[in-house]
């Protein structure tokens, strides 16, 4: 899933706080550069109060305030709580349709917009909200039959044990073929926040990396494909195939030389922790090298960053290529 244009609408004033067991005529127009997004209020009680009857505990302001910016990366000041409602646009890194984030803080529940087939699902409308204002471990079990919990780190790059866990559990099951790339290219590059600038999410990559195992239950040649594919994949795409093309590249918001040498030197940390390593190896760094010959010459001039993998490898590419000649 690609990073889209995203909403966040906040409302201010409280409801009642009821507790159940788990399991107004205003009308708001918000406009934007790219879409007219309509919402009546009636709408936004309608579901506040459904998801109440089904046991969502209204969050008290500074709850709410607290989590919105710890979820979310946005701070809501006093100004916004006067102006009552307000809307963020994150600028889309690709060209993609346009996707919301609905945060109604006038009932304080965040409006997931979640349909099924046939009608409103307000249970993981309300097991959403419990997680993201109480972490409620049961709630979190619920939302994994949706994408919610992804979208929270691809879209925002929320992280913690539980979405660490879900998440690279996830990307184990993949098989390691080119499309898990794409699958899991906004999990690894991303903002952190909403107002945080797009680049490599390390704590991501060295989640996924570390929970790669060195050694696995197949044959000889099974074993080193399907390592190989683990490590190098998705990398030797995102290298070759996203981050140095101008659409990407330019919008870049960290030091994308630096976050690619960084990746360069994980990968071949992990690849030497493996009980088997071949020549093959050598692909990711020599098809960066031979794609974009600038970097052997910025990675020099930058002393490698200091990352010894990196120097190491780039060093053997150089000796390969020697013997080429």
Not at 78 to 83: M, S
Not at 184 to 194: E, L, P, Q
Not at 243 to 266: C, H, Q, R, T, W
Not at 285 to 311: A, C, Q
Request: proline share 3%; glycine share 4%.
């Amino acid at each position: 899933m690609g990073i889209y244009n995203r909403l966040i609408i906040l409302c201010f004033v409280s409801l009642p706080i009821l507790t159940i067991g788990y399991g107004t005529n205003k009308q708001n127009i918000i406009k934007s550069d790219t879409i007219n997004l309509y919402e009546d209020d009636d709408t936004f009680a309608a579901r506040a109060k459904e998801i109440i009857q089904l046991g969502y505990k209204v969050p008290d302001n500074k709850l709410f305030r607290r989590r919105v910016k710890e979820v979310f990366g946005y701070e809501i000041t006093e100004k916004d709580k006067k102006e009552g409602v307000i809307y963020l646009e994150l600028p889309p890194i690709v060209e993609d349709e346009p996707d919301f984030l609905i945060i109604s803080t006038k009932h304080r529940f965040i409006d997931t917009d979640i349909q099924t087939d046939e009608y409103y699902d307000y249970r993981y409308l309300k097991a959403y909200n419990d997680y993201i204002f109480y972490r409620n471990q049961e709630a979190f079990t619920y939302l994994q039959k949706g994408s919610e919990i992804f979208r929270l780190l691809n879209e925002f790059g929320f992280w913690n044990e539980e979405i660490k866990r879900f998440a690279i559990n996830k990307m184990l099951s993949q098989p390691p073929k080119e499309e898990f790339s794409d699958l899991y290219f906004s999990s690894f590059f991303g903002r952190k926040g909403i107002n945080g600038t797009w680049e490599l999410r390390r704590y991501v990559l060295d989640a996924y990396l570390s929970a790669l195992p060195t050694t696995d239950n197949h044959s000889f040649n099974e074993l080193t494909t399907s390592k190989l594919c683990r490590i190098k994949e998705p990398f030797d795409t995102y290298i070759n195939k996203y981050l140095f093309k101008e659409l990407y590249k330019s919008k870049y918001g960290g030091n994308l030389e630096e976050d690619v040498a960084y990746m360069i030197d994980k990968i071949y940390t992990k690849v030497e922790q493996c009980d088997y390593i071949d020549m093959n190896t050598m692909e990711t760094i020599g098809n960066m090298y031979d794609t974009y010959p600038y970097l052997l010459k910025h990675y020099k001039k930058k002393n490698y960053y200091g990352y010894e993998k990196l120097k190491k490898y780039t060093e053997l590419y150089e000796d390969m290529k020697k013997r080429d000649e």
